[in-house]
T-cell receptor, first 113, second 114 residues
Framework: DQQVKQNSPSLSVQEGRISILNCDYT??????FLWYKKYPAEGPTFLIS?????DKNEDGRFTVFLNKSAKHLSLHIVPSQPGDSAVYFC????????????FGTGTKLQVIP | NAGVTQTPKFQVLKTGQSMTLQCAQD?????MSWYRQDPGMGLRLIHY???????DQGEVPNGYNVSRSTTEDFPLRLLSAAPSQTSVYFC?????????????FGPGTRLTVL
């Protein structure tokens, strides 16, 4: 039972345009959400997070939006750069305990120069 | 700081063999964890530790043992490897294991069990 779903395995975007990566979750107990970026042969790297008390969090070119009623979050990258080409994992956890993070299956983003 | 280091990078085992995947961090983090990543699936938590001497099971603990004798090291043991354990294994650490703590991941160990 995949509690965190990324339905798009891959996405191609032109350099300079917006990249939108989507994520859905089924467990209503999740209240802390994260995005990780992963390059080949490396471990995931934390990118940005959002608590369920917010609906938006921004960090430079990266913005995460949370729609709790739809159990949906998205990551926007503006403008997209070739160095953003990587696999992006959405992840979620239930706050108040230790980090027991549930990851999505990942979306491979290719930014075309 | 080296961050989180894992050895070996690659390993091939035969069914029934045992081995230990090593993980070390030099950031004085209390919380460490092991994940496995399989094709078409996200990273899944195997075991975690909230400090030296304290470990607990994650989502997929069967077939794996862990111990935490020091703050720095968190080895993962496969006592009798099975083909189903073919995967990429990632170790991670964070300061206290709170949700708002950043998790730092190692580069991974690619394990193949024949």
């Amino acid at each position: 039972d995949q509690q965190v779903k990324q339905n798009s395995p891959s996405l191609s975007v032109q350099e300079g345009r917006i990249s939108i990566l989507n994520c859905d979750y089924t467990n209503s107990m999740f209240d802390y959400f994260l995005w990780y970026k992963k390059y080949p042969a490396e471990g995931p790297t934390f990118l940005i997070s959002i608590s369920s008390i917010k609906d938006k969090n921004e960090d430079g070119r990266f913005t995460v939006f949370l729609n709790k009623s739809a159990k949906h979050l998205s990551l926007h990258i503006v403008p997209s750069q070739p160095g953003d080409s990587a696999v992006y994992f959405c992840a979620a956890s239930v706050s108040g305990g230790y980090q027991k993070v549930t990851f999505g299956t990942g979306t491979k983003l290719q930014v075309i120069p | 700081n080296a961050g989180v280091t894992q050895t070996p990078k690659f390993q091939v085992l035969k069914t029934g063999q045992s081995m230990t995947l090593q993980c070390a961090q030099d950031m004085n983090h209390e919380y460490m964890s092991w994940y496995r990543q399989d094709p078409g699936m996200g990273l899944r938590l195997i075991h975690y530790s909230v400090g030296a001497g304290i470990t607990d099971q994650g989502e997929v603990p069967n077939g794996y043992n862990v111990s935490r004798s020091t703050t720095e090291d968190f080895p993962l043991r496969l006592l009798s490897a099975a083909p189903s354990q073919t995967s990429v294994y990632f170790c991670a650490s964070s300061l206290r294991g709170w949700d708002t703590d950043t998790q730092y991941f190692g580069p991974g160990t690619r394990l193949t069990v024949l």
